[in-house]
Nanobody, 125 residues
Framework: VQLQASGGGSVHTGGSLRLSCAASGRTSNQYTVAWFRQAPGKEREFVAGIFRSYGRSYYEESVRGRFVITRDNAKNTVWLQMDSLRPEDAAVYYC???????????????????WGQGTLVTVSS
């Protein structure tokens, strides 16, 4: 499985970006997909995840109500719509996927076998 993340950029506080994660290779509609982010000097953290088989989504508390994760299984693509961006949202965003993630593992980066290359989001105040 190969993941291609895109859509990052530079915005002002309150702005919006839409990240895309396109999967190719041996993909499956059963795969769980998540977005993580990593700011300089910080650990990689969970942002949002979606179980592709039934579409249930989960969010990190600080992005709930501002970010929305969606997917199109036919296109093998997952999006992360990010609105009301804050300076603390600035990071490199990574998409990740795996066939075997269960709910209790959703927020753990170690649960994901495949990772995209990351896309940079900068937010200026």
């Amino acid at each position: 499985v190969q993941l291609q993340a895109s859509g990052g950029g530079s915005v002002h506080t309150g702005g919006s970006l839409r990240l895309s994660c396109a999967a190719s290779g041996r993909t499956s509609n059963q795969y769980t997909v998540a977005w993580f982010r990593q700011a300089p000097g910080k650990e990689r953290e969970f942002v949002a995840g979606i179980f592709r088989s039934y579409g249930r989504s989960y969010y990190e508390e600080s992005v709930r109500g501002r970010f929305v994760i969606t997917r199109d299984n036919a296109k093998n693509t997952v999006w992360l719509q990010m609105d009301s961006l804050r300076p603390e949202d600035a990071a490199v965003y990574y998409c990740a996927t795996s066939a075997t993630v269960i709910l209790s593992e959703l927020r753990s980066a170690r649960a994901y076998a495949y990772w995209g290359q990351g896309t940079l989001v900068t937010v200026s105040s």
